[in-house]
C-alpha cells in the first residue's frame, strides 16, 4: 500500500471514490459536480488529500485535510475533514495509514494540532481515532448553521 499526496494527474482516480463516500452520508452523485469541486481543491490547493493506492494501483482510500487557523495559538490547524476507506479495503490497515499521512504532515508543516470530528453514533471510527491517539473533548459543543437552509431576510 503506497501513500501519497494528491494531485491533478489524481482526480480521475478521486471522483468514484468521492462519490462513494458521497453515497455512503445520504448524498446523490453528482460527477460533474464532485470533479468540479476536487479539482478546484487541487488547483488552488485548499485541501490537502492523501490517497492510499493498492499495489494494484486501484485506489483504496483517501483523507481530505483543510487549513484552519487557532488565533489563541496564533497557529496552523489541520481539520481531517473527510476519510473513507473503499468496501474492498476495509479492516486492512488502510485508515491508519491515512491518518498516519496526515499526522506526519500536521508535523511537517509545523501546525498546532489536528483536529477532526464524526458523528456520534459512528463508534467504529471513534474508536480507532482514540487507537490512534485522538482524544475526546467533553467540554466543546460544536454545532454548524446550514447557509442553505437559511431563509434570506
Known amino acids: ?29 453528482d460527477n460533474p459536480r464532485t470533479r468540479r469541486f476536487l479539482s478546484e481543491r487541487l488547483t488552488q490547493n485548499s485541501s490537502t488529500i492523501f490517497i492510499a493506492l493498492a499495489d494494484s494501483g486501484v485506489l483504496a482510500g483517501f483523507t481530505q485535510l483543510y487549513p484552519i487557523f487557532s488565533t489563541l495559538k496564533l497557529e496552523s490547524v489541520w481539520l481531517l475533514n473527510d476519510m473513507f476507506v473503499m468496501p474492498d479495503f476495509r479492516k486492512g490497515g488502510v485508515a491508519s495509514l491515512l491518518v498516519d499521512a496526515a499526522w ?3 508535523k511537517h508543516t509545523r501546525a498546532a494540532w489536528l483536529t477532526l470530528k464524526t458523528g456520534i ?13 485522538f482524544r475526546k473533548e467533553d467540554e466543546h459543543f460544536y454545532n454548524f448553521l446550514d447557509n442553505h437552509s437559511v431563509k434570506d431576510a
Do not use: C, D, V, W
Open 1 to 29: 500500500m503506497q501513500i501519497t499526496k494528491a494531485n491533478e494527474s489524481h482526480l480521475e482516480l478521486l471522483i468514484p471514490a468521492f462519490e462513494a463516500y458521497r453515497s455512503h452520508f445520504g448524498q446523490t452523485n
Open 104 to 106: 506526519n504532515y500536521t
Open 121 to 133: 453514533e459512528n463508534t467504529k471510527a471513534q474508536a480507532l481515532y482514540e487507537k490512534l491517539g
